[in-house]
């Protein structure tokens, strides 16, 4: 069974700092690419973050560049999602998603988190 497990949500101040994890097992994702959305009340689900299997391309939200970066740690088989100047509209569900080839924001994701939720206050 594949399972992807976020963690390290929570309620920070506007200007803060978080970081999410997400805990991959039951397979081998090592030719799928790995990313993260958000889901805010009442809106969409939009892409945040990603990057290629192979690791070397990322990829990147425009509202969240340069505040936030994705990693991975293959050994841990843990995908992270550190997350700085939080801004309250960065409130929402952040899920983990998992895609063959690359999450980019584009295509449909193959595998989902069950989410966590990040609240920054004003």
């Known amino acids: 069974q594949v399972q992807l497990v976020e963690s390290g949500g929570g309620l920070v101040q506007a200007g803060g700092s978080l970081r999410l994890s997400c805990a991959t097992s039951?397979?081998?994702?090592?030719?799928?690419?790995m990313g993260w959305f958000r889901q805010a009340p009442g809106k969409e689900r939009e892409f945040v973050a990603g990057?290629?299997?192979?690791?070397?391309?990322?990829y990147y939200a425009d509202s969240v560049k340069g505040r936030f970066t994705i990693s991975r740690d293959n050994a841990k088989n843990t995908v992270y999602l550190q997350m700085n100047s939080l801004k309250p509209e960065d409130t929402a569900v952040y899920y983990c998603?998992?895609?063959?080839?690359?999450?980019?924001?584009?295509?449909?994701?193959?595998?989902w988190g069950q989410g966590t939720q990040v609240t920054v206050s004003s």
């Open positions: 998603a998992a895609k063959r080839g690359r999450v980019d924001g584009t295509g449909t994701v193959d595998y």
């Open positions: 990057f290629s299997w192979y690791g070397s391309s990322t």
């Open positions: 039951g397979r081998t994702f090592s030719s799928y690419g």
